[in-house]
């Protein structure tokens, strides 16, 4: 069984800054990529940024120089700093890994549950 169990989210006013988790547990040989995502009430679900396990990042352009996605490789951790946070932020942000469970071959990607970040203006 893997969890991706995340926290961190809450409401904030604009320009202000939250910083969310997401702590990967269970059977787990490796991780790959790391990202999140987020999804605005109807809206398609977006990608904010992601990271490989090497440490090389990528973002959406709309939070390029707001937001910082690092990695704990020992704690199976990724982060995401979130600051000059806008009202155009709020949405359900989600954890997503791209796991190898112990045995496979190839990896599978495993999402978070959600935490809920809100923005006000």
């Known amino acids: 069984q893997v969890q991706l169990v995340e926290s961190g989210g809450g409401l904030v006013q604009a320009g202000g800054s939250l910083r969310l988790s997401c702590a990967v547990s269970g059977s787990i040989f490796s991780i790959n990529t790391m990202g999140w995502y987020r999804q605005a009430p109807g809206k398609q679900r977006e990608l904010v940024a992601g990271i490989t396990s090497r440490g090389s990042t990528n973002y959406a352009d709309s939070v390029k120089g707001r937001f910082t996605i690092s990695r704990d490789n020992a704690k199976n951790t990724v982060y995401l700093q979130m600051d000059s946070l806008k009202p155009e932020d709020t949405a359900v942000y989600y954890c997503?890994?791209?796991?190898?469970?112990?045995?496979?071959?190839?990896?599978?990607?495993?999402w978070g549950q959600g935490t809920q970040v809100t923005v006000s203006s």
């Open positions: 997503n890994a791209n796991i190898v469970r112990y045995g496979m071959k190839r990896g599978n990607d495993y």
